[in-house]
């Protein structure tokens, strides 16, 4: 088992920053890969970023490229998503997930609760 919490999230003008943060527990955590994902109201959860068990690749959504860094931290048990340069269409719940597959799909094992994002005009 693993267990995911979010934070970092809140409310920030366009064009600011925010960094979330992904504390694990649990089973090796470093063994998996960690996927950001965000649901925004009336939309599908959709797959914002992925970094694989050691850091070492990374993937992201094309609507994020140059915008979001994500990045890991092993001896903390922590993942991080950077945003810079927000828009309002980042407004979304942001959820990390964890899984032994380093993917794109919706279909990681474990999940947190989710942290909000707003993004004013």
């Known amino acids: 088992q693993v267990q995911l919490v979010e934070s970092g999230g809140g409310l920030v003008q366009a064009g600011g920053s925010l960094r979330l943060s992904c504390v694990a527990s649990?089973?090796?955590?470093?063994?998996?890969?960690v996927g950001w994902f965000r649901q925004a109201p009336g939309k599908e959860r959709e797959f914002v970023a992925t970094?694989?068990?050691?850091?070492?690749?990374?993937r992201y959504a094309d609507s994020v490229k140059g915008r979001f860094t994500i990045s890991r931290d092993n001896a903390k048990n922590t993942v991080y998503l950077q945003m810079n340069s927000l828009k309002p269409e980042d407004t979304a719940v942001y959820y990390c997930s964890a899984d032994i597959r380093f993917t794109r799909s919706k279909e990681y094992d474990y999940w947190g609760q989710g942290t909000q994002v707003t993004v004013s005009t």
């Open positions: 649990g089973r090796t955590f470093s063994s998996y890969a």
């Open positions: 970094i694989n068990w050691n850091g070492g690749s990374t």
